[in-house]
């Protein structure tokens, strides 16, 4: 994980992540299949009407979820990654010649993607579905040197420890025996005690055993003395349920009903822990609206999320305005370019603050362009 997060970690200059389609398919490339990608997710998102994402804020949601600087599980199950640096090295590999985009796969992915309902799409993992992940054709031979799964043929990019680069290694294929920290499974298969099974890839009826199986939009059914179950949608207001995790996001289960709606897009709502409990003596935790371009503010209300440089902030800043909150001065700052000192990733452009010298005492840090992945300057 600390090696991915290390790979991920570079300068990324986005522009603005617009909502056109190619006009035909011989046009995609890296960059608008992402634009497509986000705003299939986010209609699809905007579907759940307990959701995030809804008529008002969807114009926002695209550049929300690409901009985004937080790291989240996602893409590779376990693997913690931020989106915009994944985009960007798919983007370089594609540039280098060590990948192509299948475009009939491409629409396959859209497809899928477009019959979910997450209500959050940040719960969504791109390439966690099988159709999604299999858009990206890697070129390179299996022990030739790599430094993403995508850029392999047939196999992944094994860096575990510190090497760095990678080189490729096979799949194991279904059902075949495996070892879940040695190997990877191929495409939609995970590697349990059982060897390589079908994983969960977010559509109902997927087989499960419990709700990890399942995507965060899902929940894992299983009948009683039944030792499997399927994947089912998770439920909306006023429906029956007997767990929490069979509720959407956004509602808990109260008197064995889906109830009490958890984010709000109000300017001035309470937000944060509150002081009851639920009916499981659990703490509520009241969000405000990302995609509304709120936060939680010092008092436990929402506010909208600072624009400018040098206002307060809580946790976050406008990222369309390039922004972030600085986690010491709580305030907005412009993130800072390569060579400048600095004491967290998130100071920096490239997201990477590394040491450069010094012993314990005395240790300097800078922000730097990453380390283990070469850059295509043309």
Not at 137 to 154: F, I
Not at 297 to 307: R, T
Not at 310 to 317: G, I, K, P, V, W
């Amino acid at each position: 994980m600390k090696k991915l997060f290390f790979l991920l970690a570079f300068a990324i200059v986005f522009s603005a992540c617009g909502g056109s389609s190619p006009s035909n398919e011989s046009e995609m490339n890296t960059a608008n299949f992402f634009d497509r990608y986000l705003d299939t997710l986010c209609t699809a998102a905007s579907h759940c009407a307990s959701g995030f994402v809804n008529a008002e804020n969807i114009s926002f949601c695209p550049k929300t979820i690409l901009n985004s600087a937080t790291p989240f599980e996602g893409f590779r199950k376990g693997e913690s990654v931020i989106f915009k640096h994944k985009y960007e090295m798919l983007k370089n590999a594609e540039e280098m010649g060590w990948m192509s985009l299948d475009m009939q796969q491409a629409e396959m992915c859209f497809s899928v993607v477009s019959q979910m309902e997450p209500c959050n799409p940040f719960d969504v993992q791109l390439l966690d579905i099988p159709e999604c992940a299999n858009v990206f054709k890697g070129t390179k031979q299996l022990r030739q040197e790599c430094y993403q799964d995508e850029e392999c043929k047939n196999g992944w990019c094994n860096m575990r420890g510190d090497v760095c680069p990678g080189s490729c290694v096979e799949y194991k294929q279904p059902d075949q025996t495996c070892n879940s920290s040695l190997d990877r499974c191929v495409i939609g298969y995970e590697c349990r005690s059982s060897g390589c099974s079908k994983s969960s890839t977010g559509v109902v009826n997927d087989p499960c055993v419990s709700n990890s199986d399942c995507t965060t939009f899902l929940f894992c059914y299983v009948k009683e003395g039944d030792s499997f179950g399927v994947c089912l949608k998770r439920k909306g207001e006023g429906l029956a349920c007997t767990d929490a995790n069979e509720c959407v996001v956004g509602l808990s289960c109260v008197d064995n009903l889906c109830t009490r709606s958890r984010i709000s897009d109000t300017i001035g709502s309470p937000c944060g822990v509150q002081p009851e409990q639920d009916e499981n003596g659990e703490d509520i935790v009241l969000e405000c609206n990302r995609f509304s371009k709120l936060e939680c503010g010092v008092a436990n209300v929402c506010q909208k999320m600072p624009a400018d440089s040098n206002l307060q902030c809580s946790q976050f800043c406008d990222t369309d305005r390039g922004l972030y909150c600085d986690s010491s001065s709580h305030t907005c700052q412009w993130p800072k370019s390569a060579g400048l000192p600095c004491t967290k990733n998130e100071q920096c452009a490239s997201m990477y603050c590394a040491k450069v010298s010094g012993g314990e005492e005395s240790e300097v840090y800078v922000c730097q362009e990453p380390q283990c992945m070469p850059i295509n300057e043309n």
